[in-house]
């Protein structure tokens, strides 16, 4: 097939895992006999580096016209990049925020699975994982606190600041939907993730979640509160299937998630809307402090470009492909530094994109 692939390389070891997961795409094409595109395209600080702002309508318009998007990642240092004297409209996550609101892409995964491989690398003790864990975090992307109305003023000559948590039922159920019909094709659970004790947003995100449910006889749905979900994470995070969540608690979990994963920069992720397209990127950050040093891990990237194949480009057999290479080189032992242990074989962000294309 041919496709049109929109690249946000991005700031930090953005380019650097972009390369990699374009190198394995490559080989993709190469074996399986596709052709794809790729526009360039700015986000976050290189587009305000070139342009003074971190999202632009031509990079939006680009986008559209592609039929997915991968990205590495965005922002620098908070403390020494010149980005962050910048009002905060007009930072490089403003960018991130914006690009997903301009697309409508509601629909975060975050799938947080265990190689046994990396069994050394999980901070959890053996008795809480002995099967290991398999979840995806559906996140709702485009509503909640991270989009609601914001500001700081005066108040009774006190400096205050006051953020917004809005949803309506129909940004609910929508991630709901989505949420459920994975669950379908999974093991059947959704956990419901909320603060019902205390927020007016998640008491009707709970009523919504229960509605749709209905429409599910066969997915079992449970409620957790958000602060019992940080916990059960850590205490038995094999009992999670589908956990879904709105945007801030799924961003905060989904850090948590990838932790015992045994690093985050294992963590792929889709953010999808109504359409096949979607925006795919790993869910860790930047990381400019080990920027060109070779030390940053390509695999969420590449299993974020799996993702793209199978959702956006419905390739699914060269979706599994990847995934396999993936497990193959955790498998015979490569490793980059941030999974490193004992015995294996330490290579730099170039060699395991290599490695994994080869195996392709
Ligand atoms: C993520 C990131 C972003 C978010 C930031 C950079 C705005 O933390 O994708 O999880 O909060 O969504
Ligand atoms: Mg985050």
Redesign the pocket.
Known sequence: MDAKIGLIRGDGIGPEIVTEAKKVLDRVCAKYGHTFHYEELLLGGASIDAYGVPLTDETIEAAKTCDAVLMGSIGGDAKTSPWYKLEPSKRPEAGLLGIRKALGLFANLRPAKLYMELRDACPLHDRVIPNGFDLIIVRELTGGLYFGERKTFTENGKVTAIDTLKYNEDEIRRIAIRAFDIAEKRRKKVTSVDKANVLDSSRLWRKIVEEVSHDYPDVTLENMLVDNCAMQLVKDPGQFDVVLTENMFG??L??EASMITGSIGMLSSASLNETKFGLYEP???SAPDIAGTGKANPIATILSAAMMLRFSLDLEKEADAVEAAVQQVMTEGYRTFDIMSDGCNKVSTSEMGDAIAERV
Request: glycine share 28%.
């Open positions: 961003d905060i989904s850090d869910s860790g950050g």
